[in-house]
């Protein structure tokens, strides 16, 4: 079946636009992830949703960035005023749902790169 | 806070032999996983093998084994019978039960030599 899907691929922007970077999930799974990963570190988390609600967004750096999932299937993450810093592979996970053990996949990642 | 640890950053292994990846962890739980995640350039993580921090029987999946001791909170896994394939990052991660985020460490970039 399909596994999780990220949009687009790789992203070049311009210090200060604002970007959005898609998460389609595999179908069923509620809980949903998002994480960054720097170069050469592994990747650090910054929300979770369970259904539409972010159960968890104390990873999000700070208040440029935002993250919805209006249905809770297809989430998006926001960034404004992009900053050289914010240069990163943004990974999507989802999973069943979030409590106990419940594995979770992810998807190929969006390369963002900040000039 | 918790955290993993993995302190080596760069390994290497001769195709068909055994390899062993560290891994360190701290947390004041009692209750949590464990997981080594591979990444190669795809940049798609997947998982290799997990451990519930309740089980004392170390976890194995076809080639890849770990031991787990929860006293030294280390987490070390083995790759046995290495193959080309096998080359990539590896990554630990944390996850406490009641959390849903995988904490990761900085990961291990593992070659495999023909």
């Known amino acids: 079946g399909a596994g999780v899907s990220q949009t687009p691929s790789n992203k070049v922007t311009e210090k200060g636009k604002y970007v959005e970077l898609r998460c389609d999930p595999i179908?069923?799974?509620?809980?949903l992830y998002w994480y960054r990963q720097s170069l050469g570190q592994g990747p650090e988390f910054l929300i979770y949703?369970?259904?539409?609600?972010?159960?968890?967004d104390s990873g999000l750096p700070n208040d440029r960035f935002f993250a919805v999932r209006p249905e809770g299937s297809v989430s998006t993450l926001k960034i404004q005023r992009t900053e050289r810093g914010d240069s990163a592979v943004y990974l999507c996970?989802?999973?069943?749902?979030?409590?106990?053990?419940?594995?979770?996949?992810f998807g190929p990642g969006t390369r963002l790169t900040v000039l | 806070a918790q955290t993993v640890t993995q302190s080596q950053p760069e390994m290497s292994v001769q195709e068909a032999e055994t390899v062993t990846l560290s891994c360190t962890y701290d947390?004041?739980?009692?209750?949590?996983?464990l997981f080594w995640y591979k990444q190669p350039p795809s940049r798609q993580m997947i998982l290799v093998i997990r451990?519930?921090?309740?089980?004392?029987q170390n976890a194995t999946e076809n080639r890849f084994s770990v031991n787990f001791q929860k006293a030294a909170k280390s987490f070390s896994l083995k790759i046995s019978d290495s193959q080309l394939g096998d080359a990539a990052m590896y990554f630990c991660?944390?996850?406490?039960?009641?959390?849903?985020?995988?904490?990761f460490g900085k990961g291990t970039k593992l070659s495999v030599k023909p």
């Open positions: 996970a989802s999973s069943r749902t979030s409590g106990t053990y419940n594995e979770q996949f």
């Open positions: 179908s069923g799974h509620t809980a």
């Open positions: 949703f369970q259904g539409t609600g972010a159960a968890d």
């Open positions: 947390t004041s739980e009692s209750d949590y996983y």
């Open positions: 451990q519930e921090a309740y089980k004392q």
């Open positions: 991660a944390y996850k406490e039960r009641s959390q849903g985020n995988l904490i």
